[in-house]
């Protein structure tokens, strides 16, 4: 089963056969909404709006563990995440789709993990989180957008870089770039423009609210996570004022260049798994089992029992 988390200005499923609704209740509270299950050809789908059905989540409220908890719940493996973001580069402009394979975190209040609280005493996990995404599913995602969009990047870079040049957004189709560290800051305001610079300054090339702590929380849950970026401004670096119009109409304009990538990805995605994110908890449990207590291991059975 796929797991489809859709951002901003993504809010309903694909067009899936047999669907239905399920809603699961978590260790960690609720998810943001019912998921929505059904099949995209052969293969199973489960979606969940990150901010809810009607954006009622902000960035930092969102509930990441319950989302993803209860992805895995169900019987999902692979994640593939969308999130509106803004563009630190003059040759990413908006509606661009990205695949980063990067992460750099700014956030400050949000639950970071699994294993952390009350529902965790007693067991201390260190999950490797070098590469944040996936890379075996990555890049099967930026191939697959950029079949489903049939550009050049190497023109469209050049053409778009030219169009930033001018003061103008493009407005004549999606690009799809492969690669690119995305900042997360904690929001939900947006960059203050020196902020921004210094964003630039350390080479960041996209900006946004939601990757973490999605990204650690599907690490430890043992799920592949890529993300599909679609972006929306060029934040405040540029010398324009971000405004929330502006993100929601390019964030509209990419959902379809995002579904049409994510049709490809999952009608091409090959059946079993490629990489390590199986077992990447594995060998990162520092407690040994007997000192963690029976109510903890109990909590946490569908993310370490296995290995207690």
């Known amino acids: 089963m796929i797991g489809f988390l859709g951002g901003s200005g993504i809010y309903e ?101 699994f294993f952390e609280g009350e529902e965790s005493e007693g067991i201390v996990v260190h999950m490797g989180f070098a590469d944040p995404y996936c890379p075996h599913l990555a890049d099967h995602v930026a191939a697959a957008a950029s079949d489903a969009l049939g550009n050049d990047s190497d023109t469209e870079a050049k053409e778009s870089a030219g169009d930033a040049a001018n003061g103008t957004e493009r407005t004549d189709g999606t690009r799809t770039v492969a690669g690119g560290t995305y900042v997360c800051i904690e929001g939900p305001q947006f960059s203050t423009r020196a902020e921004s610079e210094f964003y630039r300054a350390q080479g960041f090339d996209l900006v946004g609210m939601t990757a973490i702590p999605e990204a650690k929380l599907a690490r430890e849950a043992e799920l ?32 379809e260049a995002i579904t049409a990538a994510l049709r490809e990805a999952i009608s091409t995605l090959p059946a079993e ?17 007997e000192a963690i207590p029976e109510e903890t291991r109990e909590h946490l059975s569908l993310l370490v029992g296995e290995y207690l």
């Open 13 to 113: 499923a694909l067009d899936l056969d047999g669907v239905r609704e399920e809603r699961v209740e978590t260790p960690f509270g609720d998810p943001s909404a019912p998921l929505t299950i059904g099949h995209l050809g052969e293969t199973e789908v489960a979606f969940l709006p990150r901010h809810g059905r009607n954006h009622e989540f902000s960035p930092t409220e969102v509930p990441y563990r319950a989302n993803i908890h209860a992805l895995k719940q169900v019987g999902v493996e692979r994640v593939i995440s969308s999130n509106a973001v803004g563009s630190l580069r003059e040759e990413l402009s908006p509606q661009t789709i990205v695949v980063p394979d990067g992460i750099f975190d700014r956030t400050s209040k949000r639950p970071q993990s």
């Open 224 to 255: 592949c996570y890529v993300t599909l970026a679609g972006v929306t401004d060029y934040d405040v670096w540029h010398d324009r004022e971000v405004t929330l119009e502006e993100v929601l109409e390019n964030a509209a304009a990419n959902r």
């Open 273 to 289: 798994r490629e990489c390590d994110c199986e077992h990447a908890i594995s060998e990162a449990i520092n407690t040994p089992t």
